[in-house]
């Protein structure tokens, strides 16, 4: 593991923090129930082959081990040094670390951000800027350390690794809570049989954050998977490059997030920016990234049941076979609802199924064997190996209730052995041995789950990553620029325009990366109105032209269908008068006469800048609906052709694109096309555009393509101006 950069962060090798040859505890005690007490205990205990510091002023030994009264008093400098001592005193042994040349520090004293307080925030800054001061990479402060079950070295107070040590496994886990992380995460994955490589509780992230340990799971030898359980991520860029490194390595990154709830709106000009929560961004984050997220601690664990044997399923295609028929139907309904299909087996298979049970039948799929399964286990599993080699069939779910353990064995050994994936789902018991559970199968390797919804859950989670891998592979996940972007005509244009742009100059910016814009022109006299609506063609639409009034529906300022010279002229006086009374001192450019777009569907695209993850497209139904429904997906830019579909994939009103109430089919293509380019819109002014809005796009038939009606760009630098 070498050292490296991205995200303008330094990429350190966590080996020695993990795994050091020396290590060092300052605030070590005797007292068994004390902080200092509890982690020198499971520093001493837990197998530790190194040598270990006891750090305290006030005692001579620690259960045998020599106690020293400050770090300066050492025989060598220790690779990690962990702190246990009053806020006030934290940074005078750091000072000590520094002088020594430790390259690893764990601060597990609380009094910083997440007090709340202008002092704890202060000085939890002073925190980071040390370490990066003095080169130490510091864990905390407000945390409470690692396990490493590989190496034997734990520094943690944690109860959960009391007793015999539990032996190793391939599932890494990161967390910024010590109990949540330590304790229903770590602890009850081991309690069904699941082995942990690594535990990090990383508390408040002053310098190393909950990434910096991801990162090291990934590229250690000894971890398959990563269960992380998190409030919120610093840098998004660094998380987009440790998913990246997850997918080329093939070794899974499951996410439970905290506070999924919003907090409060966003302050947006927008439609976009005002439903643009948080959580929906996380969600699409990860989705977009190949990061699986859950919503139970629980859920993290069963995952990795199945996802650290790392073998994908090609398809969606699923098949489940059981000698009791609640079972089945339990087993579609759940499959059903995570977006598996049970596909009929091909003539060759049902040939195969024939000669195994003569007279059954048509086989359907899943697959009920009731009448033929009980005490023959033997043509179960010949009949699970038929369908297994179903071309049409991915994943094998093969359901077994209580059986002779022999006989389970005889399942656990068919899903260790398939060809494809598969994952035993055991409902019931051992009949001759009531002590062997689904827990001794999960410890030898088996991925066994006593319920349908979470081996469900799992299976279409495997989907799901080799999906993302094999797009990765492919090049799908790679976004291409597309022709007829003029980045230099448009930059240009924006940087002359004013801080707040209207409609009409956002939509000329649009149009420079091949967005089809409304004809237009803006008017100054009522006679000016006439004469371009004569030369537009009626009806025309015609609406306030001002930097300081972003939603003239609101405002009242636009007529729509307006045909014949004196209906013209009416419409431009009332769009001024309704303008002026809504925004008494508003700058009014004049009004402008539009023609009337087609009918078609109403769709909404977006960009907001995201504080973490930078510029991400948004796509859903327009008009007011946006508000209303909220039926919206979204993307960090840029995209690909993919990705954008999969966007339109997601809406629930997205079969108004396919055709409705005798309306033709939407040219979904065509909106494809337009969502990439947006993303790359967004992508080349990242920083310069707060917010955008196009609403509505109406997108025509197939093959007509679409029309921007209306737009609204708020330039970074007037947010907190915009109307």
């Not at 750090?55 to 106690?67: S, T």
């Not at 094998?396 to 399942?411: H, M, W």
Request: net charge neutral; proline share 5%.
């Amino acid at each position: 593991m070498g050292e490296g950069r991205d995200g303008g962060e330094p990429q350190t090798d966590l080996t020695r923090l993990f795994a050091p040859h020396s290590a060092a505890l300052v605030g070590a005690t005797d007292n068994p129930t004390s902080f200092g007490g509890r982690v020198f205990r499971q520093m001493t205990r837990f197998g530790f082959r190194g040598k270990i510091y006891p750090v305290n002023p006030r005692l001579k030994e620690i259960h045998g081990l020599a106690c020293y009264p400050s770090l300066k008093d050492l025989p060598e400098t220790p690779d990690h040094v962990g702190i246990i001592v009053s806020t006030e005193r934290v940074f005078d042994v750091l000072d000590d670390c520094a002088a020594l040349g430790v390259r690893f520090v764990t601060v597990f004293t609380a009094g910083f951000s997440e007090t709340g307080t202008q002092e704890g925030r202060d000085r939890q800054a002073r925190l980071g800027a040390f370490a990066r001061r003095a080169g130490i990479r510091i864990m905390g402060p407000n945390c409470n350390g690692v396990v490493n079950f590989v190496d034997g070295f734990a520094m943690t107070s944690t109860a959960a690794i009391l007793g015999q040590r539990a032996p190793a496994g391939n599932v890494g886990v990161v967390s910024h809570s010590g109990g949540l992380g330590q304790i229903n995460v770590m602890w009850r994955a081991q309690e069904i049989g699941l082995g942990i490589s690594y535990e990090a509780s990383c508390g408040n992230e002053a310098d190393l954050d909950t990434l910096d340990f991801v990162r090291f799971m990934l590229r250690s030898d000894s971890t398959d998977i990563v269960l992380m359980a998190i409030e919120s991520i610093k840098d998004g860029e660094k998380l987009k490059a440790i998913a990246r490194e997850s997918v080329e390595r093939e070794k899974p990154i499951v996410v439970l997030k905290f506070g999924r709830t919003e907090a409060g709106s966003r302050a947006a000009a927008s439609h976009t920016g005002v439903v643009a929560g948080d959580d929906d961004i996380y969600d699409a984050m990860f989705r977009q990234y190949g990061l699986i997220r859950v919503h139970e601690c629980n859920e993290l664990y069963e995952t990795a049941v199945l996802l650290r044997k790392r073998r994908w399923p090609k398809g969606r295609g699923a098949a489940a076979v059981a000698p009791t028929g609640g079972n089945i139907v339990q087993a579609a309904d759940v499959g059903a609802s995570f977006g598996m299909s049970w596909p009929a087996y091909s003539a060759e298979t049902q040939a195969a199924l024939a000669q195994l049970l003569p007279g059954y039948g048509k086989v359907s799929n899943p697959t009920d064997m009731t009448s033929f399964a009980t005490g023959r286990q033997e043509l179960y599993r010949q009949a699970l190996d038929a369908i297994a080699a179903d071309p049409g069939i991915d994943v094998v779910v093969p359901i077994f209730a209580s059986l002779a353990k022999a006989d389970l064995q005889r399942g656990a050994d068919f899903v260790a052995r398939c060809e494809k994936p598969a994952a035993m789902l055991w409902v019931g018991g051992c009949t001759d041995d009531p002590s062997f559970t689904p827990r001794d199968f999960v410890k030898a390797g088996i991925p066994v789950y006593r319920d349908a919804t979470p081996c469900m859950r799992a299976v279409r989670a495997a989907v799901d990553y080799g999906e993302h891998v094999r797009a990765h592979e492919s090049g799908w996940a790679i976004p291409q620029r597309p022709v007829g972007l003029d980045f230099e005509a448009t930059a240009a244009k924006l940087r002359a325009g004013a801080s707040k742009l209207t409609e009409r100059e956002a939509k000329r910016l649009l149009a420079g990366y091949g967005f089809p814009v409304t004809r237009e022109k803006l008017a100054s006299t009522a006679e000016e109105a006439v004469s371009h609506a004569r030369e537009i063609g009626a009806p025309v639409a015609l609406k306030i032209d001002s930097p300081d009034i972003a939603h003239k529906t609101e405002a009242g300022a636009i007529r729509l269908g307006v045909e014949g010279e004196g209906a013209v002229r009416a419409a431009y006086a009332e769009v001024l008068d309704a303008a002026r009374r809504y925004a008494l001192h508003a700058r009014l450019n004049g009004v402008l006469v539009q023609e009337m777009a087609p009918r078609g569907v109403e769709m909404m695209l977006g960009i907001v800048n995201d504080p973490v993850f930078g510029p991400i497209v948004a796509v859903g139904l327009g008009g007011i609906h946006v508000e209303m429904l909220k039926d919206i997906a979204y993307r960090a830019a840029p995209v690909t052709p993919h990705q954008a579909a999969d966007m339109l994939n997601e809406l629930r009103g997205v079969k108004l694109l396919d055709g409705a109430r005798g309306m033709a089919p939407r040219d979904r293509e065509g909106l494809v096309d337009l969502i990439v380019r947006l993303s790359w819109f967004a992508h080349d002014f990242r920083g310069e555009i707060a917010e955008l809005d196009i609403n509505p796009l109406i997108v025509l038939e197939r093959g007509a393509g679409a029309r921007v009606v209306d737009a609204l760009i708020v330039r970074a630098d007037s947010r907190g101006g915009a109307a």
